[in-house]
Every structure is written in structure tokens, then in C-alpha cells.
Nanobody
């Protein structure tokens, strides 16, 4: 019932910023917990951040806490990931995901976007 499309990825220098967007289809978008995950070559997909439907509950991975900010605009059916102070280790394909329950684990998410590449150069 939900289709997700990420955008905003690209190449940036270390210390720079990038803002990812995830556009979602569906009338019930506001009821979904939205999450961002990332996957680097040869590594498992890892949790980055999540935000509840009301935007009152937010979680971040320790590796990005203080640097990344997740937000959502339910009127626009869009979730964002503002990434600041980017590091080369942030390089990965970033995925937007949605779940009707709680989630910091990929297996808990029901819908996934196709991903957007983020590359951070030294």
C-alpha cells in the first residue's frame, strides 16, 4: 500500500552536508513509522534513524547521532534525512523504509525504497 522513492543522494566532500528525501504514496502515510537504513559494499544493512507517525518519537544510530536529523511532513507524504558533518564512513546506499509497527531492525519494515547513493570523499 506504500511506494517509496528516495532522492537527494550524491557526491560530497568530508564535512559537507546532504539532504535526502523520501516521497511516499498512500493515504495512510501518517500512520507509518518511517526509517532510514544504509548499506555499504560488503556490509549488512544498518539502521540509521526512525521517526514515528506523529514525529514525537525519534531514534538515531549512535554513529550518526548529533550529525543527522530525521523529519517528516505528513501533508507532503515525505520524510527527510538531513546529514551534516559527513564522513567517508557514511558512504553507502541509503534506503527509506516504512512499518506499521516499531522498528530499528530491517526485518520489521514492510516497505522499502530502491535506495539512493551517498558518497563522501576525503
Amino acid at each position: 500500500q506504500v511506494q517509496l522513492v528516495e532522492s537527494g543522494g550524491g557526491l560530497v566532500q568530508a564535512g559537507g552536508s546532504l539532504r535526502l528525501s523520501c516521497a511516499a504514496s498512500g493515504r495512510t502515510f501518517s500512520r507509518y513509522l518511517m526509517g532510514w537504513f544504509r548499506q555499504a559494499p560488503g556490509k549488512e544493512r544498518e539502521f540509521v534513524a526512525a521517526i514515528s507517525g506523529s514525529a514525537l518519537s525519534i531514534r538515531y544510530a549512535n554513529s550518526v547521532k548529533g550529525r543527522f536529523t530525521i523529519s517528516r511532513d505528513n501533508a507532503k507524504n515525505t520524510v527527510y534525512l538531513q546529514m551534516n558533518s559527513l564522513k567517508p564512513e557514511d558512504t553507502a546506499v541509503y534506503y527509506c523504509a516504512a512499518t506499521g509497527s516499531v522498528g530499528t531492525f530491517a526485518r520489521e519494515y514492510d516497505y522499502w525504497g530502491q535506495g539512493t547513493q551517498v558518497t563522501v570523499s576525503s
